[in-house]
């Protein structure tokens, strides 16, 4: 115990809270920047379990803000340079990583088991998943997103609102670190912010940081929070994310992108419905209309529209992420 020696002198922590972390599974849903600041905080506060999923590998151009990771990890797969590097901080935690991005099939067999989830994916069409399940289930979520110098993290779910309580749709363009540039202090800091929401949960402390978004403006240096316990999920059901995994044989999928954005789709047989087209498209009566899309906002906009059409059976694939 000398290793958390400083952290058990809090009065709310003491040798019980300790091993409360020393029994308890957080599912880590990407190894990119939140992971870097927020994977080293958990394994050196003792959480005992943790589970990764992420699909990527480490590349030269995001060691700027993944600084779990060195130059001679380049190439290598982050979940397996992840591992290496957090047991050489903690030999004594228990890190199970899968190779492979979390995609809708897999979430529910990913979270059991599990006390916390944290999306540190940075990817909307995941966030909706995990918190459309996470509410489901009764299992506490801890988000975060980060941008350019601004971000945002919040605790939903595990009896507070999902996360469609506050962000009801999808957002209307999906800029995102690749596209749009990001600053490593900003990413490390919201990381940090999610280790510590999640050891609040995890220990129980109150205020509970579930039903509560703070907002990082390095802009303009502001730090706001709000608290959304009373908010209210939404009544109607979502049109659900699934995966290829998931497609049916009789489903009429539509790929929104063009021949020449994705010259191969998520199945042999599609319909090419360009979003400006959409309104002029005739869909199936009896038939479940799937939307593809690459992040999935094409493909909920989508959607909206088809269902003032009419249209009730439907599914967003989000093909690949952003």
Not at 26 to 39: C, E, F, K, P, Q
Not at 95 to 117: E, F, K, Y
Not at 148 to 166: I, K, L, M, S
Not at 283 to 304: E, F, K, M, N
Request: charged content about 15%.
């Amino acid at each position: 115990m000398e290793r958390y020696q400083r952290q058990m002198m809090l009065p709310e922590m003491g040798e019980a809270g300790q091993r409360q972390l020393a029994q308890a599974c957080v599912l880590v849903v990407g190894a990119g920047g939140l992971s870097a600041t927020l994977l080293p905080q958990l394994v050196g506060a003792g959480v005992g379990r943790l589970r990764l999923y992420d699909d990527d590998c480490v590349a030269l151009h995001n060691l700027h803000r993944q600084t779990l990771f060195t130059q001679q990890d380049v190439g290598q797969p982050k979940v397996l340079s992840a591992r290496q590097a957090l047991l050489q901080r903690n030999p004594d935690v228990q890190i199970d990583i899968v190779q492979r991005a979390l995609t809708a099939s897999a979430i529910p067999q990913a979270v059991v088991g599990c006390d916390l989830v944290i999306d540190a994916a940075d990817n909307f069409a995941v966030t909706y998943q995990l918190s459309d399940h996470c509410l489901a289930a009764g299992v506490p979520l801890i988000s975060a997103s980060v941008l350019g110098r601004q971000g945002y993290v919040g605790g939903f779910c595990g009896g507070a609102p999902g996360y469609r309580a506050v962000f009801p749709q999808l957002p209307a363009a999906a800029a995102n670190c690749n596209t749009a540039g990001v600053t490593g202090p900003a990413v490390a800091v919201l990381g940090a912010l999610q280790a510590q929401m999640a050891l609040s949960v995890l220990l129980g402390w109150q205020p509970s940081p579930l039903g509560c978004l703070v907002n990082c403006d390095f802009v303009h240096w502001h730090f706001r929070q709000f608290r959304f316990d009373g908010a209210a999920d939404p009544t109607e059901a979502a049109v659900p994310f699934i995966d290829a995994q998931m497609l049916r044989e009789d489903d009429c999928i539509v790929e929104l992108r063009s021949t020449a954005e994705a010259p191969e789709s998520v199945a042999p047989q599609v319909e090419r419905v360009l979003p400006d087209q959409l309104a002029h498209w005739q869909p199936p009566a009896d038939r479940r209309i799937v939307l593809v899309c690459a992040s999935g906002i094409r493909a909920a906009q989508a959607a909206t529209a088809l269902a003032q059409r009419g249209c009730d059976r439907l599914a967003i694939l989000a093909a690949r992420r952003p």
